[in-house]
DNA sequence: ATATTAATACATTGAATAGTGTATTTCAAG
DNA sequence: CTTGAAATACACTATTCAATGTATTAATAT
């Protein structure tokens, strides 16, 4: 529950060159953003990371208990955000410590979250 | 293959509200992001996003060649997009004519492109 | 009316994926 | 060394979902 981030950094984001002039999206392209996307389409994993937002870090088991789900869930998606090179960890006796290492999942995380709530309050 | 975009909003989001300091995501709060962002985690779609924000609007048969796609793929994922109130369609007489009616959806496609950069960048 | 093209509806199939249960690894305490 | 807790690895199941094939609807032209 300490909330120690590293800074939110506010814009992890490049200048910006104007979408409606890029080439069409190559595979790969829209495979590397299929990709986050993906990581980001998923209910559980969209709570651990606010989570993480929050907390600056926690364990599996604290998690778990927060969220009220199994610990083999939680490692399970922490794996693959792991893997993505969106979380971090770090061992501290039996307990394993994750915190977010890539600011830019919080961005788009507040962004989305922004959008969403607009988008709910248009289209139904 | 006209350009005619009804400007792109540049900041269709609210002031923000700091993420970190939000409740804890309910479920259906997660809920509505998860949707969103399901509906972004697939190639075809963003493809085809990409290529509506490039031609402004385009018919089934047009994205279909341009995208290599059969007719019924580009379809089904146009109506999903209509579902979700992201597409908005208008007809001239046997086409059919898609369109981008929600700016938050280019800003995250925009936002999401820059930031699949960066992290393939950094996590490979 | 008939033929033709564009788009959609619907059922089916195959692939991806989240959660569970079980077993195993890793560490700390006694 | 043994015990117990935290986390993970692995196999399995159920569900979700994209693309396909077939059939149908809608509009235009002859």
Chains 1, 2 share one sequence.
Do not use: W
């Not at 090179?85 to 600011?103: A, L, M, T």
């Amino acid at each position: 529950m300490n909330s120690r981030e590293p800074e939110p950094s506010l814009n992890a984001c490049l200048p910006k060159p104007p979408l409606g002039e890029r080439e069409l999206l190559t595979a790969m392209q829209a495979g590397e953003l299929v990709a986050l996307f993906k990581t980001l389409a998923n209910d559980t994993r969209l709570r651990m990371l606010h989570a993480l937002v929050r907390a600056g870090e926690m364990c599996v088991s604290e998690m778990s208990d927060l969220l009220a789900m199994k610990p083999q869930a939680i490692s399970n998606q922490l794996t693959r955000l792991a893997d993505r090179g969106i979380v971090g960890s770090r061992r501290n006796g039996n307990n394993i410590y994750y915190r977010i290492v890539d600011p830019c999942v919080i961005e788009i995380l507040d962004h989305g979250l922004c959008l969403s709530e607009e988008a709910k309050a248009r289209s139904k």
